[in-house]
């Protein structure tokens, strides 16, 4: 597959991209002519169709040793990694502190902050190498936002948005940039809003309504591509505006 400049299309990797953000970031891809791998605990999704294009890894992030070997799968498949986007993401359940299990604070923090640093880890040699990639977390406004119950799940996203920070720093001399986008209210299928989180989306977004995956992916996309080829370390807030 080639794309429309007659460049060959790059590897694409995507974490958690059977549904939601993930499966729209995906799609962006792979509308734009590149060869897309996507990694999920869930089932391949029917919106896909199989194709040369697409590849389907199942993988359960909070297991490390998956991790390295959704890497080293990718890698023999298609011989590098050009972009990695680590969107795969749990516990976004309200659990206060107090009743949390180690357990439920483990998994989080596996999936969500673990699994990018190590699935970076494993796939940066490749990019080093050719001193070229880009590596985009998505993190959550949750990050910066305090909100009881939120403990462990914006933990791990303000790690996230840290590790951006420093891997930065460290890869950024052999070509390799690293970004992160931090949506905030985003409708997916698991997270729509009722009246009363109209209202509320009415008086504190700027814009007065509720994000679409689409608009994640498109800023995904661009952090991506060579457009952004000066952009790096930073962290992009896609939340219409929260007051």
């Known amino acids: 597959m080639a794309q429309a400049s007659g460049k060959p299309g790059r590897i694409v990797l995507v974490t958690g991209g059977a549904r939601g953000i993930g499966q ?18 869930l089932p ?14 199942s993988c359960d992030l909070a297991d490390a040793q998956q991790v390295r070997t959704l890497a080293q799968s990718v890698l023999l498949r298609y011989g590098q990694v050009d972009v990695l986007v680590n969107n795969a993401a ?6 206060s502190l107090a009743d949390m299990g180690i357990e439920h604070w483990d998994n989080v923090q596996d999936v969500n ?23 985009v977390n998505v993190a959550s406004c949750a990050a910066f936002q305090a909100e009881a119950g939120h403990t ?10 840290a590790l951006t920070k420093c891997l930065a720093r460290e890869v950024g001399r052999y070509g390799v940039r690293v970004v992160c986008v931090v949506p905030g209210w985003i409708a997916t299928e698991d997270n729509l809003p009722g009246e009363r989180d109209r209202q509320w989306l009415a008086e504190n977004v700027s814009l007065g309504r509720v994000g679409t995956a689409e608009e994640v992916a498109e800023v995904v996309w661009f952090l991506a591509s060579d457009a952004a080829s000066y952009i790096t370390g930073q962290s992009i807030i896609v939340d219409g505006g929260n007051l």
Do not use: C
């Open 24 to 41: 729209a970031i995906a799609r962006r891809f792979i509308n734009g002519n590149d060869y897309v791998a996507i990694a999920d605990v």
């Open 44 to 57: 391949f999704p029917g919106r896909f169709e199989r194709s040369d294009a697409v590849s389907f890894h």
């Open 152 to 161: 462990a799940y914006a933990a791990s996203k303000a790690g996230l948005v």
């Open 90 to 95: 749990t516990g976004f359940q309200f659990v």
């Open 113 to 135: 902050l673990r699994a990018p640093a190590w699935l970076s880890r494993a796939l940066l040699s490749n990019m080093i190498a050719k001193r070229r990639g880009v590596i």
